[in-house]
């Protein structure tokens, strides 16, 4: 067991418009499956790349252990896969190889494939196999669910059950649950560290928010009863001293108590000041609260009712590539009100009938029906070709720039990101400029490929909150099996 220790850790890239990281400061044991969560934008990422040396900054970052980053960037797809693990780690032991492998249900036979032939599955499987195959490393494990199937996913969280001494950054309770004991946790003004997988963070969490607003709710009901008071004191005050300068009672003819009246003015000013100090006190204790809660306002969506029923209809399709089949005899239709989760292993042909329904050159034999004058809003599975600013791609999508900012805002975009470039954004950033425009858009039907991936997790459960209240009729593709659960009112499986 080792530590790494943060001190004082201060950040920003160059030119940015403000930190990343500010004064930050804690420790790790290296024996931990260390979970890693935080909003979209806030520094994941590149807190993985400090610890790996690619960037200057200021404060102090020690460890005995070697870092190593998942996913391994393979320059040249071409090479056989066994090469590519020798790029990794060239001292490797083959039968050490061949168990991690086994572990992870992947045949020693893709090993002498060439890299690129390999499926997402088998390329993330081989190159943790490869990466845990390193002696005493501390593996920096970076989104590696994303275009997983659910299957992959699960061997992949067995896997991981099994080993220690690792970070990884996944916005997947389900996969996040089963393989972590602490959480690394970037607020919005601080970094923590609790045990626990996410579910025992988040509802800490919960607990902590929910004891925060309401000790502000009792503060602000203080303040208010601090400032009434302090009005009626300077009013009794203000009375007491114009008592003081009257020469004479008129009606008595009895000359005041000019001494007693002074006692009493200064006990007035004395409890003013003492009300003035709680009330100070109660200010700035409120000024503590709430700086971490999590804004996760109700978003919007604009479904359209269609004027037939079904509005979609598949009868024996079948998509072939040149001499390649992806699926066959094809049959289902899409009914007004459904949200139909598309699921599959990697390969079974998802996105083909997504993009088959979005009119994209798919060859197809079979009938597929799709009513007259349907509109669909579409959200594709990557994010490549975003650019430019967020009024330049509004116009171009022909969505109104200020709902589209609004709905950006309720993701987590502080408007400081709106002088940006899409290019600039994170990947998870990029993926809410999709979902946030297809939001903007009325629509019969929403089609949405893989739309979480790099989404973090309270994103997530807003956009399921914005589902199941609004109801529009939905065919997505998507390996969050809490998401499904929570969504899906039917599941189609290829």
Same mark, same amino acid.
Do not use: I
């Given at each position: 067991m080792s530590l790494i220790s943060v001190n004082n850790l201060t950040f920003a890239y160059d030119g940015s418009y403000d930190n990343i990281f500010e004064n930050v400061s804690f420790q790790i044991d290296t024996n931990w499956k260390l979970g890693f969560t935080g909003r979209n934008g806030r520094g994941k990422t590149t807190f993985l790349n400090l610890l790996l040396g690619k960037y200057e900054y200021s404060g102090q970052i020690s460890s005995k252990v070697h870092f190593d980053y998942f996913p391994f960037e393979v320059a040249d797809q071409s090479v056989t896969t066994i090469e590519v693990v020798e790029q990794v780690v060239p001292a490797y032991e083959y039968w050490r190889l061949a168990k991690e492998l086994n572990e992870l249900a992947v045949s020693e036979e893709v090993l002498y494939r060439p890299f690129g032939t390999l499926s997402s599955g088998e390329r993330t499987k081989v190159l943790l196999a490869a990466l845990f195959l390193k002696e005493n490393n501390f593996l920096l494990i970076d989104e590696p669910t994303n275009h997983l199937d659910q299957h992959a996913r699960q061997i992949v969280s067995d896997y991981l059950q099994r080993k220690k001494g690792f970070i990884l950054v996944s916005h997947d309770r389900t996969f996040l649950d089963a393989c972590i004991d602490h959480i690394l946790s970037i607020n919005k003004t601080n970094i923590e560290i609790q045990k626990g997988n996410f579910s025992t963070w988040y509802y800490n969490k919960q607990l902590q928010d929910s004891f925060e607003t309401a000790e502000n709710e009792k503060l602000v009901k203080n303040i208010k009863a601090?400032? =009434?008071? !302090?009005?009626?004191? !300077?009013?009794? =005050?203000d009375t007491i001293e114009k008592r003081k300068s009257r020469n004479s009672d008129r009606d008595a003819g009895v000359k005041p108590d000019k001494g007693h009246i002074g006692a009493q003015a200064a006990k007035m000013m004395k409890r003013s000041l003492a009300v003035q100090k709680r009330k100070q006190d109660a200010i700035e204790e409120k000024s503590k609260l709430l700086k971490n809660i999590e804004r996760a306002d109700s978003l919007k969506i604009h479904p359209l009712s269609f004027h037939t029923d079904p509005l979609i209809t598949f009868e024996d399709v079948s998509v072939r590539y040149g001499e390649t089949p992806v699926f066959g005899n094809l049959t289902f239709d899409v009914k007004r009100g459904e949200r139909i989760a598309l699921q599959g292993r990697n390969g079974c042909g998802k996105s083909s009938v997504v993009k088959l329904i979005c009119g994209f050159d798919v060859?197809?034999?079979g009938t597929m029906r799709i009513g007259s004058g349907l509109k669909i809003s579409y959200v594709p599975q990557g994010t490549s070709g975003l650019s430019g600013t967020l009024d330049d791609y509004a116009a171009a999508r022909s969505i109104d720039a200020t709902l589209f900012k609004a709905i950006l805002r309720k993701l987590d975009f502080a408007r400081i990101q709106f002088e940006k470039r899409i290019e600039d954004y994170s990947d998870g950033q990029k993926k809410k400029v999709l979902i !946030?425009? =297809?939001?903007c858009e009325e629509a019969h039907l929403y089609i949405w490929d893989e739309p979480l991936n790099y989404i973090d997790v309270i994103s997530r459960m807003q956009i399921e909150d914005l589902l199941l209240t609004y109801k529009p009729t939905m065919?997505?593709?998507?390996h969050d099996n809490a998401f499904c659960e929570n969504v899906a009112t039917r599941i189609r499986i290829l």
């Open positions: 601090m400032e =009434s008071a !302090a009005r009626r004191t !300077a009013r009794w =005050s060859p197809f034999d !946030a425009a =297809s939001l065919l997505f593709v998507e």
